[in-house]
């Protein structure tokens, strides 16, 4: 009786997951591919690897993916640019939407939130740390936030402890209930690449291959733009 195949180890960053859970991975499981993921923030999956833990392949920040193309890590020639992600804002569904129009206005709907959740370790949360202290109010925001180790931050919409949450806007529209303001005013917005690549010494890359085939697949493309991400040209 022939096993199970084995599963395909990927380390993903968090913005992606919406578009994976509704095309990535029944397309790859239709076509023999079983994956196995870990989702985390990029500085999460950074310590992973920095603490030699390996996959088959990654989707992370384009900036982290050069660290490890650097040290040889990961396979250079696999390597591709997929997404681009923007940091916005969302609410409990049905409440009222804040003003964000403009830099003012967002400075100041930050200001009249009872909670802002935002994630520690995520990209999307360090930039929001570095938008607090350019606007002058780091201190204050700080001290009335709900801040998440790692995870989707619009969840602490649904409990009441934040009526803000702030983070990629694909990762918002990942939790159900919530409705999502839009998008940071661009100056103060961060657009964050995401990229895709092999682990060099990957035992399995028939299969590694045909994962990032599929990351640029029609139906994957039309996933992302779904989910709130931008499709980085090829």
């Known amino acids: 009786m022939t096993g199970q ?8 960053a968090l913005a992606i997951r919406q578009a994976f859970d509704q095309v990535i991975v029944p397309d790859l499981a239709a076509a023999g591919v079983m994956l196995e993921i870990d989702w985390n923030p990029t500085t999460v999956i950074m310590k992973t690897i920095e603490g030699g833990g390996r996959a088959d392949a ?3 920040m384009t900036e982290a993916m050069d660290e490890l193309s650097a040290q040889g890590i990961i396979d250079p020639a696999s390597r591709f640019e997929v997404v681009q992600s923007r940091v916005g804002i969302a609410v409990p569904k049905g409440a009222p939407h804040p003003d964000i129009s403009t830099t003012s206005a967002f400075r100041q709907t930050l200001l009249n939130a009872r909670s802002i959740a935002y994630s520690q370790a995520g990209a999307s949360g360090i930039h929001f740390r570095n938008v607090l202290d350019q606007l002058g ?3 204050t925001i700080k001290a009335k936030a709900t801040v998440i180790p790692a995870g989707f931050t619009a969840e602490k919409l649904l409990t009441g402890e934040a009526d803000i949450a702030v983070q990629q806007i694909s990762e918002l529209m990942t939790v159900p209930d919530v ?8 100056e103060v917005q961060k657009a964050s690449r995401l990229a895709g690549a092999l682990f060099a010494d990957t035992p399995n890359r028939a299969a590694a291959e045909k994962f990032l085939d599929t990351l640029r697949s029609e139906r994957a493309i039309e996933a ?3 989910t709130g991400l931008d499709v980085v040209p090829r």
């Open 179 to 186: 409705d999502i303001v839009g998008r940071f005013p661009e």
């Open 137 to 139: 109010i780091a201190e």
């Open 224 to 226: 992302y733009r779904s």
């Open 58 to 60: 990654l989707v992370i």
């Open 5 to 12: 195949p084995t599963p395909l180890k990927v380390m993903c």
